[in-house]
Nanobody, 124 residues
Framework: QVQLVESGGGLVQAGGSLRLSCAAS????????MGWFRQAPGKEREFVAA????????YYADSVKGRFTISRDNAKNTVYLQMNSLKPEDTAVYYC?????????????????WGQGTQVTVSS
């Protein structure tokens, strides 16, 4: 069982940066693939970024590639999402998720545990 708590969301102007954190409970965090998803009002929850259990592999949605960076610190049971050059279309609730079976995953149904989400609002 893993519990996930996101933090770091907020209001930022277009072009600005934010760093989201996701703190995980449990001693097996280092064995989980982790991902970030987001959901804008009236839209489906979509994949943003993923990282393998070791941190050696990462994957990004085309819409954030080159602007967002996912990383993890297994000693701190934390995964991060550094978001630069933010755009109004990045406005959404951002969720972190844990997948206990895959090395790395981009599909929402593969993830077993979810956080409660943190709001990111980018003003133009």
């Amino acid at each position: 069982q893993v519990q996930l708590v996101e933090s770091g969301g907020g209001l930022v102007q277009a072009g600005g940066s934010l760093r989201l954190s996701c703190a995980a409970s449990g001693r097996t965090f280092s064995s989980y693939a982790m991902g970030w998803f987001r959901q804008a009002p009236g839209k489906e929850r979509e994949f943003v970024a993923a990282i393998s259990w070791s941190g050696g592999s990462t994957y990004y949605a085309d819409s954030v590639k080159g602007r967002f960076t996912i990383s993890r610190d297994n000693a701190k049971n934390t995964v991060y999402l550094q978001m630069n050059s933010l755009k109004p279309e990045d406005t959404a609730v951002y969720y972190c998720a844990a997948d206990q079976y895959s090395n790395i995953a981009t599909m929402r149904p593969l993830y077993d545990y979810w956080g409660q989400g943190t709001q990111v609002t980018v003003s133009s």
